[in-house]
Structures are given as structure tokens and as C-alpha cells.
């Protein structure tokens, strides 16, 4: 150090100056933090992820409740939370470990001295060298005073937060421009779901939405677009533990300076629980009455508030009131219907009703009609307090004809007993005081026992009856002997030969003329129609189930068919550019071939498991029609020619003409070729098949016989069963394990049978049996008479006489490429691609091309909405479209061809059969 280097006294004089001044500034800057701190409630934190250590500062803890130098751990800080909010916390918690970013979240917590306290934490998760979530520093701020309900000049939009958010309303808003939905924190609590920052795809929010709910609320969409005005609708979300939530929704649109679209903006309140109440009452009710009208029991109501009264229906019937007659009061009722000598009776009930929510009162009366005629009522009042004061609910029930029934039974026994032998209704009778109980000889039968000279005790019936149905039984029993009510009970018995029987049984108590209580009844077997509704409830769950598998397998078909199509599509690409000729284009040719080899073998498995599953639910439509076998197997032959090529053999055949069989003629194709393509895989060099077809009164015997390898027993076995390759899986031989499992599915569909026979060594014999076909006097059907022409018409010329117009609407940039590719291959055409639906119309309209390629499955309109709105506008309406898709289940094709597509090409794209459709329309591509 020179000298001119050393301080001098004035400069260490300066310097310790300006420490000191830093010193004081910090000092201050420390007690107007700690000031804001306390006054504002707030408080920094800071957390170490993969450490986990936590550091708060002193008004961090004033806001959790914790003393000035406390360390708590995260356990402790959770579990000051209340439990309504302690999930929220834990999955924000969760999720800003895992993700960078900010965060921010409302939510309360309980000090030690019972202190509810509104906290607002807000945090950023920094990320450490690696990228990953690292650090947290955040702030925690005490909302308690700030947030509750203010009156005159409050802080209003704070209080709609608090209401929002403490009233679980979700608020959420569609970017039209992103296409991506972000919800509130109180959507992502309702639905169960771990808070997103970057939201959600349009794709994700659908997969939420209950499938029959999906396309209302597509329709909503567009109808806010198309208005100014909110719109309102209910929809079922996806909970994240599986269930559906329903959820009313109304929506806006928000729009930029120049009126065009920008946003959805909407709220949601979770309404699950109100539709159940709802649900349930309604069921509630809508029982009730059905059980009042089938029983004749009328029912009254009394609003003491309003003095209203209504009657129903049954209540007239029984007075013989006209249903248009106005309901009496309670006094003219009793001066004018009460009979004379019970009106003391019942005004005396009358003026003691019980007490509200308290046990009803039975009174049994007679009333007169107008014509005279006297009947018997049992009447049950019951009093419950409502929001709007007291309701009075009374049931009326006419006992006349129970009572006649009850002398005509005592008097006429024999008659009775000779009445109910014949139907098999069992009676019996006990006398309640004494317990002792009379059956007839019906009883014991309905009970598998040979009729005894004494009846069995109550506790011996109740051990003849089943397990699961022996305490119900008693409750209901006991319940109705209290109440002096009638009984109707269904339940399991068990007979001596182990046999579950179903009886039904019915009984009322009658007393008298001594007045003692006797319940006399019936009970008769209802096992038959039993069995019936639980064969009948197992269809229908087996149905519903059916209904799901063909839901899952149609999503899952297009999942995996939308990549198949990219790798199978580059794959062909690639090797009709791969022109090199030295060894390592031909080694890249190989891998390419072996690419593609295993692509379509992913697509056959893929398209056979679709099949076999259609087959065997039920829901793949096979037509019936007589079929020419000699004509079949001419369509079937020249298929096989590539496979044939292949393999050293002959094939022979001796099909006469004009045997016909009935059954689908493209399911019979998919059968031939099944057995005639394992014929030729698994046969030997020099072999032969050979196919034969012959007539065997009404039926009809197609055998494909091979000396290939042969099967043993056990491989016979096993051999329709599917993804079981008997051992092949081992060999080069390629193939799924599902062709024969298919064959035999689609031969007993179309009431057929199918068998084999085989040797080791020397060969197999495959036979189908099939109904004969009667042959109307035009000729059998063949394969042209069964399929619906819908191939294309040829596109007609190009206005300017050089290029055509193709618009392809496909919102996947990958399939748009390979399309675009492969159109690039032909001079003559000039391809258009249209993102999504609405994009797509109008470039229809303003290009006005030759042919419109047409993906079904679009991010905002579907293809049937797109083709919907071409065929309407008439200067669209004529250009063909040919659906463009990866869903390639019978009914979306089916559905495609019926709403107009001219054709409908299943995705991944054979590139031959897409260049030759692209000729048939346009002819060939000029050189």
C-alpha cells in the first residue's frame, strides 16, 4: 500500500459518521415496520421446502395467536385452523410445493383463547438452482376487523370478497383467446380439486361436465354469445372423489372496444344438496299420494294462520261431495256429516288437538251422507308448527266395508276357507290377549310343512323366517299391534329342503262382541314375481353398465387413435421420402417398416377390441339378409392375396352357387377372413386350405380346413378365448389373441355355432353353422345390397380452371400437418385449415371449396354443429364434407352418414386409401 492509499483522520471521521447514520436510519425503519406490523396486523414468514423449516416473525405469530419467540411447527399451525378450512389450507400447501408462482388464500383460525380470526396469507415459491420449488416468503395479514360487515361507508368490495368467498360461491372466467377457465378458490373447494394457477384447457372443464349435461351448456355458450344478457343454467360437475356435484351458473359475455368477444365470465353456487331435498320430497309426496289414491284414504290440511282447509279427492268420495264443491268448515262439517249420536265424541277431540310435532290422535266416527247411507271413518289429526304458523294434517280412512267384511267372515267360515284354497291364500288368526293362534292347512304348505293338529307359536314362525328379514318383520309387526293398525309385509321364509320362499302377508285387527282384540290375516307365495323384478333390476344394471363400457371404450378409442394417427401418419411420410439407396437409407427404411408394422398392429388390436366389445354388448347392429356364399368368398379372395403371397401354399374351394345363408353380410366377410387368414399364418411351406360350404336341410356348413400346425386338447380348450394366442405369442407369426373370440361372438349373434376339430401335426378344420337363407324371387342380397352408398360424388372443377379448393377444419396441428403434407403431393390442390368449428363455417363460406375435411371433435363447436350450419346456409349447403375423425365407433359413424357426411375416414389415415379417395373425387394428379 502506497501512502497516498492510507485514510486520513477526516475520512475514518466521515466514514464512522455515515455508519452511525445507517444505523439510526435502520433503527427507525425497524420501529415503523414493527409499528405497521402491529397496527396493520402483519406479519413475514419464510419457508425452507426441502428442509421444511419454518421462520416467523414476531407479527406472523400476534396474527396466529402464538407468544413473541414461539417456534411452531406446521402440525401446530394446522391445527389451529377450523376443520371447515383446514383441506383448503393443506391442498394450496400442497400445491405451492410442488409448483413456482404466486399464491394467496383466505381462511380462519381459533386462538387458545377461543378467538375465531380471518387470515390472509399471500406467498411466492421461488425456485432453487435445479428449477424446483425451493423457498416461500410470504405475508400473513389479520382481517378479522377489516373484513367483517360495516355499516355506512364501508369497504364494499372487500365485503362482497368475504361474502363470496364465506359463501362458497365460485367465480370463474373463460379466456376465449387462451382457451383456458380459471376458477376462485372456493371452485376449486367444491369440486375437490388442487388449485391451478395456470387454470384449466377447455378439454379438462369438459371432462368435469356430466355428459348429458355437456351439450346445454355448449348451448348456453353460444347463446351468451349471441345476446347481451346473462344466462342461466344447471349443469352436474365431477367432484373429485367421483361424484356429481350440480351447480347453477350464470354467465356473460365480455367484449372488447369493438364489441368482439374476449371473456366468459360467470358465477357458480354449489346447489347438490337443495335438488336432493328436493328430489326426495317431491318422491315423498308424489308416494303419498299414490299410496292414498290405491288405498282410498283421504287426507285434509288446516292452515290455522290463513284458516284454510283443503280436502282431496278421496276426502269428497267418501261424503259423496262433488269435486267442484266447496270444502265445509269445521262446524258444518260436524252439524251437517257427523253422525247425531257421535258429534259429542268429536267436538270434544276436536277442541283437544294434540300438541305440535307430538303423537296424532285417532278417532273412530260415523258420518251420513246425503242419500243416508252411514258410514264407518277412522280419522288420524296430527298438529306441526310451520314457518308461517300451525298446521293441522288429518288422514281419513272408511273402515265401513272392513267392518261388514269382519261379521261376513265370522259368519261364513267354510265358504272363506274353500274361497282360498284355490289361489293358495293361507289365513290365520290369533287372539292378542292370550297369544294363542289358529292356521289352516294353506299355512303350513306356503311354509313347506306338512299340516299339525296345533299351530306353531309366534317364536317358532320367526325362526322359519329368514335371518335378514326376522327383526324387520317383528318391528313392523309390534308397531301395528300397538297402533291397532293394519299390517302389509313382504318377507323370506325357509323350508325344510333349504328353499327361500317370498310371502306376502296382510292383517287387521277386529274386535267382538265381547270386545276382545283379535288380528286375523292372510299371506300367499309372491316368490314368482319376486324373482321377476330382481331378474328385471339385473338387466337394467347390466344395461347400464353395457352403456358405460361402450362410453369408456369410445373415448378411450379416440385417445388412443388422435397419436396412433401422428405415428402411423410420420411413419408413411418419411418412407415415401426416403429415397437414399445406400445401406444406411435401407437400414432407416427397416426401422421405418418396423415402426409401421407395430403401429397397425396397435390399430388391429385397437379395432378388434372394439368389435369383440360391440359384439358382445350388444350395441354392434348386425341386419340379417340372405347372403351369397360363393359371392362372399369372391370379395373375400383377392383381401387375402398380400397374406397368400407370402406363404408356399394352395388354396382351393368348392362353394356352389346359389347357397345362401341368412345373416350380415359385412360381419360374414370379417368371419371368412378371420379363419382363412389363420389358416394361411399358422400353415406350413407347401401347405393347403381349403374352404367348402354345403347344405344341410335348414342349415347351411362352412368348413376352412389347413394342414398347418395342428392343437392339441388343451389349446382347443382354450381357444375362443380372447388375448389367448395358445403358445403363438412365442413364434413371428403376428396376431392379437381377439379374431376367433370375435368370430365366435358374431356367429352367435347371428344365431350360428361355430367348433373345431384339429390334430397335432396335421392340421385344423374350422366349421360354421348357419341358418339356410330362402332366397326372394329378385335374388340374394350380397355385400352392395347391405352397405349404404354414401361414397362421395366427384368434386365438380375448379372456377378457375387450374387449382381445386380443399378446407380441412381440424383444431390438432399435427393431423393438420399430415394432412397438409400429403396434399402437397398433388399439384392440382390447395389445402385450407380452419382451427376450430365457427373458423371453419366462415372460411367455408368465404373459400367455397370443391370438398371440406371435417374433424368431429372441435374445442368449441362439434363437427355435427359445423356441418349443421354449412347445410343451412345455402351458399354451403351443396359442398360435400366428409368426416375426418378418430372416433371410429359404428354408432359416431352411423350418426355422421345420417346428419349428411358424404363419407366418414377413421383416423390413423392409411395414406393409399387417402391419395385414392383423394383421385375418385378429383381424378389423378396431374404429372
Known amino acids: 500500500m502506497s501512502p497516498e492509499d492510507v485514510p486520513s483522520r477526516d475520512d475514518i471521521t466521515r466514514l464512522r459518521q455515515e455508519l452511525a447514520d445507517a444505523q439510526a436510519e435502520a433503527t427507525l425503519l425497524r420501529q415503523r415496520l414493527a409499528a405497521a406490523q402491529t397496527v396493520g396486523r402483519l406479519g413475514t414468514w419464510e419457508s425452507d421446502i426441502p428442509g421444511s423449516t419454518l421462520f416467523w416473525d414476531e407479527g406472523a405469530l400476534r396474527c396466529w395467536g402464538f407468544e413473541p419467540g414461539s417456534k411452531p411447527a406446521a402440525a401446530e399451525l394446522l391445527a389451529r385452523v377450523i376443520e371447515a378450512d383446514r383441506d383448503t389450507v393443506q391442498r394450496y400447501s400442497q400445491a405451492s410445493r410442488q409448483r413456482c408462482g404466486p399464491y394467496a388464500i383466505r381462511f380462519r383460525v381459533v386462538t387458545p383463547s377461543a378467538e375465531e380470526r380471518l387470515l390472509h396469507l399471500q406467498w411466492q415459491t421461488e425456485p432453487g438452482p435445479d428449477g424446483h420449488p425451493a423457498r416461500m416468503v410470504g405475508v400473513v395479514l389479520d382481517e378479522t376487523n377489516t373484513l367483517k360487515p360495516m355499516v355506512g361507508a364501508g369497504d364494499l ?152 282447509l283443503e280436502w282431496s279427492p278421496e276426502c269428497r268420495a267418501m ?19 257427523v253422525h247425531p249420536d257421535d258429534r259429542a265424541r268429536v267436538l270434544d277431540a276436536m277442541m283437544r288437538p294434540p300438541a305440535p310435532g307430538k303423537a296424532g290422535l285417532d278417532t273412530a266416527l260415523r258420518i251420513v251422507r246425503r242419500d243416508g247411507e252411514v258410514r264407518q271413518l277412522s280419522s288420524h289429526t296430527r298438529v306441526e308448527d310451520e314457518g308461517d304458523g300451525q298446521v293441522i294434517f288429518g288422514v281419513l280412512i272408511d273402515v265401513t266395508e272392513r267392518l261388514r267384511s269382519e261379521i261376513a267372515l265370522r259368519g261364513a267360515q267354510e265358504r272363506i276357507t274353500l274361497a282360498l284354497q284355490g289361489p293358495g291364500i293361507g289365513t290365520w288368526e290369533m287372539d292378542l290377549d292370550s297369544r294363542h293362534t289358529v292356521w289352516d292347512e294353506q299355512m303350513w304348505r306356503l311354509l313347506g310343512r306338512e299340516p299339525q293338529a296345533a299351530s306353531p307359536s309366534v317364536d317358532e314362525l320367526w325362526q322359519w323366517t329368514h335371518l335378514d328379514d326376522r327383526e324387520p318383520s317383528r318391528e313392523l309387526y309390534r308397531r301395528a299391534e300397538a297402533a291397532s293398525e293394519a299390517l302389509d309385509n313382504e318377507f323370506r321364509i325357509l323350508t325344510p329342503d333349504g328353499q327361500v320362499r317370498w310371502l306376502a302377508s296382510r292383517s287387521s285387527e277386529v274386535r267382538d262382541a265381547d270386545g276382545r282384540r283379535r288380528r286375523i290375516g292372510a299371506i300367499w307365495d309372491v316368490t314368482a314375481p319376486r324373482t321377476a323384478e330382481a331378474a328385471r333390476r339385473e338387466s337394467e344394471l347390466a344395461r347400464r353398465e353395457s352403456q358405460a363400457k361402450s362410453q369408456f371404450l369410445a373415448r378411450m378409442s379416440h385417445e388412443l387413435r388422435t397419436p396412433l394417427n401422428a405415428v402411423l401418419g410420420f411413419t408413411q411420410l418419411m418412407l415415401a421420402d426416403e429415397a437414399g439407396t445406400d445401406d444406411a437409407a435401407a437400414s432407416r427404411r427397416r426401422r421405418l417398416h418396423h415402426a409401421q408394422a407395430a403401429g397397425r398392429h396397435l390399430l388391429e388390436l385397437i379395432n378388434d377390441v372394439l368389435t369383440l366389445s360391440g359384439v358382445d354388448g350388444g350395441e354392434l347392429p348386425l341386419v340379417a339378409r340372405p347372403v351369397a356364399l360363393s359371392e362372399l368368398l369372391a370379395q373375400v379372395l383377392p383381401m387375402l392375396q398380400p397374406l397368400e403371397a407370402g406363404h408356399d401354399l394352395v388354396l382351393t374351394h368348392a362353394v356352389p352357387e346359389g347357397l345362401h345363408v341368412s345373416g350380415d353380410a359385412t360381419r360374414l366377410r370379417q368371419v371368412l377372413l378371420n379363419l382363412l387368414g389363420n389358416a394361411i399364418k399358422y400353415n406350413r411351406p407347401g401347405g393347403r386350405v381349403h374352404v367348402e360350404a354345403r347344405a344341410d336341410g335348414e342349415r347351411v356348413r362352412l368348413s376352412v380346413s389347413d394342414s398347418g400346425r395342428g392343437m392339441d386338447a388343451l389349446q382347443l380348450r382354450h381357444l375362443f378365448e380372447p388375448f389367448n394366442r395358445l403358445g403363438a405369442e412365442r413364434s413371428d407369426v403376428e396376431g392379437t389373441g381377439i379374431g376367433l373370440a370375435i368370430v365366435k361372438a358374431l356367429v352367435e349373434r347371428m344365431q350360428g355355432r361355430v367348433g373345431a376339430e384339429s390334430t397335432p401335426g396335421i392340421g385344423s378344420v374350422f366349421t360354421v353353422d348357419l341358418p339356410r337363407a330362402v332366397v326372394p324371387a329378385a335374388g340374394a342380397l350380397t355385400q352392395a345390397d347391405t352397405d349404404t352408398d354414401t361414397a362421395p360424388q366427384a368434386a365438380p372443377g375448379p372456377r378457375d380452371g387450374s387449382h381445386r379448393t380443399l378446407l380441412y377444419v381440424e383444431d390438432n396441428p399435427v393431423n393438420a400437418l399430415i394432412i397438409a403434407e400429403l396434399v402437397a403431393r398433388r399439384r392440382d390442390l390447395v389445402l385450407h385449415i380452419a382451427p376450430d368449428g365457427l373458423s371453419g363455417v366462415m372460411q367455408a363460406r368465404a373459400l367455397r371449396p370443391e370438398l371440406v375435411l371435417l374433424d368431429m371433435q372441435l374445442p368449441d363447436i362439434d363437427g355435427f354443429e359445423v356441418l349443421k350450419r354449412l347445410r343451412e346456409d345455402a351458399a354451403t349447403a351443396a359442398i360435400p364434407v366428409i368426416a375426418l375423425s378418430a372416433n371410429a365407433m359404428p354408432e359416431d359413424i352411423d350418426r355422421a352418414l345420417a346428419a349428411g357426411c358424404a363419407d366418414y375416414w377413421t383416423k390413423p389415415l392409411d395414406f393409399r386409401a387417402f391419395m385414392a379417395g383423394l383421385d375418385s373425387l378429383f381424378g389423378k394428379s396431374p404429372r
Open 157 to 308: 368490495s372487500s365485503q362482497l370478497a368475504l361474502a363470496v368467498e364465506l359463501g362458497n360461491i365460485l367465480v370463474w372466467r373463460h379466456d376465449l383467446a387462451e382457451g383456458r377457465i380459471y376458477w376462485s378458490p372456493s371452485g376449486w373447494r367444491t369440486l375437490g380439486r388442487v388449485p391451478r394457477t395456470e387454470g384449466l384447457s377447455l378439454d379438462e372443464v369438459r371432462d368435469l361436465i356430466h355428459p348429458d349435461d355437456l351439450p346445454r351448456v355448449a348451448a348456453s355458450a353460444q347463446q351468451a354469445l349471441d345476446s347481451d344478457r346473462p344466462i342461466d343454467l344447471e349443469a352436474r360437475y365431477r367432484h373429485a372423489d367421483g361424484h356429481w356435484r350440480t351447480q347453477l351458473l350464470r354467465r356473460s359475455v365480455l367484449r372488447n372496444e369493438q364489441g368482439q368477444p374476449v371473456a366468459f365470465l360467470g358465477v357458480a353456487l354449489d346447489i347438490t344438496e337443495r335438488r336432493a331435498q328436493q328430489r326426495r320430497a317431491q318422491a315423498m309426496a308424489e308416494r303419498f299420494e299414490a299410496v292414498t289414491r290405491a288405498a282410498g284414504v283421504g287426507h285434509w290440511v288446516k292452515h290455522v294462520a290463513q284458516n284454510r
Open 319 to 337: 261424503h259423496g261431495m262433488g269435486a267442484h264443491e266447496p270444502v265445509p268448515s269445521a262446524r258444518q262439517w260436524l252439524e251437517q256429516w
